[in-house]
């Protein structure tokens, strides 16, 4: 069975610092798209940063220089180093394994594709 179990988000000041965690089981790191991705209301779902199964980093040009994705393996977990946090960061954030590209097309937040989880959600006030 494929789990992802985030954890992580809470309150924060604007400029503050979090690191979200996404417990995965039942899936191997290398074998799937994993990513970060958010959703805030009023705004479509998208793709915070990824890595894909070949080892590619992808982080959206909003978290460029403030966000950091890394996976343990030791752990199983993929995790996402937040600092910098500006208000416009609230959302809920969800962990995926679903490919970020088909046929040359983004997938989007495209949750029937794979595995995804609860959400965790993450509040920057200004």
């Known amino acids: 069975e494929v789990r992802l179990v985030e954890s992580g988000g809470g309150s924060v000041q604007a400029g503050g610092s979090l690191t979200l965690s996404c417990l995965v089981s039942?899936?191997?790191?290398?074998?799937?798209?994993m990513g970060w991705y958010r959703q805030a209301p009023g705004n479509e779902c998208e793709l915070v940063s990824g890595?894909?199964?070949?080892?590619?980093?992808y982080y959206v040009d909003s978290v460029k220089g403030r966000f950091t994705i890394s996976q343990d393996n030791a752990k199983n977990t993929l995790n996402l180093q937040m600092n910098s946090l500006e208000a416009e960061d609230t959302a809920m954030y969800y962990c995926?394994?679903?490919?970020?590209?088909?046929?040359?097309?983004?997938?989007?937040?495209?949750?029937?594709?794979?595995?995804w989880g609860q959400g965790t959600q993450v509040t920057v006030s200004s």
């Open positions: 039942g899936l191997t790191f290398g074998e799937d798209d």
């Open positions: 995926g394994a679903i490919p970020f590209v088909i046929q040359g097309i983004p997938t989007g937040c495209a949750k029937e594709l794979g595995w």
């Open positions: 890595i894909s199964s070949g080892g590619v980093v």
